[in-house]
């Protein structure tokens, strides 16, 4: 089955500065990627995705990068704010997948330092 | 509100009780899917249903239980089988065999062994 792997656990900003956040994947069939923000105590909730016909899409401050060939993607943040401090989560799928195709990583707690 | 809700917010349960978790969805979803978030742990799928009436175990699902008998229903049974079911339980919905699609959450229920 799929398997991924997100780093780092943990990432501590200053406001203003980027974060970046980098998933691998194992599973060449996958072709979805989405990212969820989790506020604590809260549900996730999707930012961004991207599909596998695309290299690169944005959403104002957010944008994720998609690499099939090395299999990773990356979340990145720009101009950080104290609103971005949550735990994120990347994940994997693909078409006909069933649960299996909806694969989480373990999560990155983003910190935004005043 | 998101289309999905989950029952109740926090639930407290005595060693050796079984609680059912609701989950309720209106997004005339086919995929229903729990979830299970420990600190670090990211979200470790417990149970899945693609259709009524039909649904799989996921990677954790000793000790737990699910019906399917309506489309928008997927309860989630924590039985005293389960050694350490102190956690935050997560409930979602995807559209169609679930795939490509976004996944949507409940807001959670909290669960605490008292």
């Known amino acids: 089955g799929e398997n991924v792997e997100q780093h780092p656990s943990t990432l501590s900003v200053q406001e203003g500065d980027s974060a970046v956040i980098k998933c691998t994947y194992s599973?060449?069939?996958?072709?979805?990627f989405p990212w969820y923000k989790q506020e604590l105590g809260k549900r996730p909730q999707l930012i961004i995705d991207?599909?596998?016909?695309?290299g690169e899409k944005k959403d104002q401050r957010i944008a994720v990068t998609l690499n099939k060939t090395a299999k990773h993607f990356s979340l990145h943040i720009t101009e950080t704010q104290p609103e971005d401090s949550a735990v994120y989560f990347c994940?994997?799928?693909?078409?006909?997948?069933?649960?299996?195709?909806?694969?989480f990583g373990k999560g990155t707690h983003l910190i935004i330092q005043p | 509100d998101g289309g999905i809700t989950q029952s109740p917010k926090y639930l407290f349960r005595k060693e050796g009780q079984n609680v059912t978790l609701s989950c309720e969805q209106n997004?005339?979803?086919?995929?229903m899917y729990w979830y299970r978030q420990d600190p670090g742990q990211g979200l470790r799928l417990i149970y899945y249903?693609?259709?009524?009436?039909?649904?799989q175990k996921g990677d954790i699902a000793e000790g737990y239980s699910v019906s399917r008998e309506k489309k928008e229903s997927f309860p989630l049974t924590v039985t005293s089988a389960q050694k350490n079911p102190t956690a935050f339980y997560l409930c979602?919905?995807?559209?169609?065999?679930?795939?490509?699609?976004?996944?949507?959450f409940g807001q959670g229920t909290r669960l605490t062994v008292v």
């Open positions: 997004l005339n979803h086919d995929a």
């Open positions: 599973d060449s069939a996958s072709n979805y």
């Open positions: 991207i599909r596998s016909n695309v």
């Open positions: 249903s693609q259709i009524v009436n039909d649904f």
């Open positions: 979602a919905s995807r559209e169609g065999q679930g795939g490509d699609t976004e996944a949507f």
């Open positions: 994940a994997a799928a693909k078409r006909g997948g069933g649960a299996d195709g909806l694969t």
